[in-house]
C-alpha cells in the first residue's frame, strides 16, 4: 500500500517554508511543537494554554492540519490545554512511514499520539475526517478520550457527486482573485476559502500525494457501541450528508449523544460559523 508524501524533496521543502511562514502569521500566543514517534510516523502537534487542565485536542478535517484550528486556540487556551495535530498522512509538518489502510490503523495511530504525549481524559474535537478519525479511536480504544465533539464529521454518508461537485467548486474559488472570493465563497458554500492563508498553504501542498482510506459509512452495530459523551455539530447544508437524516440516525442509535443542526452553516462549519462552535466545544468540555 502506498503511503501519503511529497513528490520530491524540493516539492517538500517549498511547503514546509510556506507551513512555517503560515504558522507565524496565523498561530495566536505561545506554542510548543513537539514531533511525537508512532509506528506510522512522527506526528507534529502544537501546544498552548496552561499545563494542567483538562486537555482539548483538535483533529483536522481532510487535506489540513493543526492551522485550520488557529481562530479556536486562544479561546480554547484560556483554561485548557490545547493539542492540535498536524495528522500522519495529511499535508503538514508530520511524516508517514507506514500505511493507514482504514478505521483500525487510524485509530492505533491516534492512540499511539495520545499515549505519547500521555493525555488521558483528554476531549477530542475533530472536523470532518477529523471526526471520523476520533470516533474510529472510540470503537477501537474506548476510555482513553473522555468526551467528543464532532464537527459535520464523515463517516454517515458515502462520498457522492454532491461532495465533489462542492470540492472542486471549492477549490476553483479558491484560486479566483481575492477581490471575487467572498461573492464566490457564498455561491458555493464554502466560506474556508476566504482564509488567504491557509489558501495559499494548500496551494504550496499541490506537490503533496494524501494516500488515506476513504470512511466507510459506519454501521448501527458500531454506533451503538459509543459510550463516551459526544456532541455532534451539523452543518444544515452540508454537501457531504443529509444532516436531519444523520442527526435522527444518531439520537436513535447513540443515546450518549447530543446533535445540534445547526441552520445558515455547511460542511465548512468552523469557517461558517466559528462563534457558535467555539462556544459548543467549550460547554462540552466542562459538561461532558
Known amino acids: 500500500m502506498r503511503i501519503s508524501e511529497f513528490k520530491s524533496a524540493h516539492a517538500r521543502d517549498r511547503y514546509l517554508a510556506a507551513y512555517d511562514r503560515t504558522v507565524a502569521e496565523l498561530w495566536p500566543g505561545e506554542r510548543r511543537a513537539l514531533d511525537v514517534p508512532t509506528s506510522f510516523g512522527s506526528t507534529r502537534v502544537h501546544r498552548a494554554g496552561p499545563p494542567t487542565g483538562r486537555p482539548v485536542v483538535l483533529l483536522p478535517g481532510s487535506g489540513g492540519n493543526a492551522l485550520m484550528w488557529h481562530r479556536y486556540v486562544a479561546g480554547l487556551a484560556e483554561r485548557h490545554p490545547v493539542i492540535a495535530v498536524d495528522t500522519v498522512g495529511e499535508p503538514g509538518a508530520s511524516t508517514q512511514t507506514a500505511p493507514i489502510a482504514d478505521g483500525r490503523d487510524g485509530a492505533a495511530w491516534l492512540e499511539e499520539l495520545l499515549a505519547g504525549l500521555e493525555l488521558t481524559g483528554a476531549h477530542l474535537v475533530g472536523c470532518s475526517y477529523g471526526g471520523w478519525l476520533a470516533l474510529c479511536h472510540q470503537l477501537h480504544h474506548p476510555g482513553r478520550a473522555a468526551s467528543l465533539t464532532l464537527v459535520d464529521p ?58 488515506l482510506p476513504v470512511p466507510p459509512v459506519f454501521t448501527d452495530e458500531e454506533l451503538t457501541r459509543l459510550q463516551a459523551p459526544a456532541l455532534f455539530l451539523l452543518g444544515a447544508r452540508s454537501a457531504l450528508h ?14 450518549a449523544a447530543r ?30
Open 242 to 255: 443529509d444532516s436531519r437524516a444523520v442527526a435522527d440516525r444518531i439520537d436513535r442509535l447513540v443515546p
Open 154 to 211: 464523515a463517516g454517515f454518508a458515502a462520498f457522492g457527486p454532491r461532495f465533489y461537485a462542492w470540492l472542486v467548486a471549492g477549490g476553483l474559488a479558491a484560486v479566483a482573485p481575492r477581490a471575487l472570493r467572498p461573492r464566490l465563497s457564498r455561491l458555493v458554500g464554502n466560506s474556508a476559502i476566504l482564509e488567504t492563508e491557509l489558501m495559499a498553504l494548500m496551494r504550496a501542498g499541490l506537490g503533496f500525494r494524501r494516500a
Open 259 to 288: 446533535v445540534e443542526v445547526v441552520p445558515d452553516a455547511g460542511h465548512a462549519l468552523p469557517t461558517d460559523r466559528p462563534d457558535l462552535v467555539l462556544d459548543r466545544i467549550l460547554r462540552q468540555v466542562v459538561t461532558a
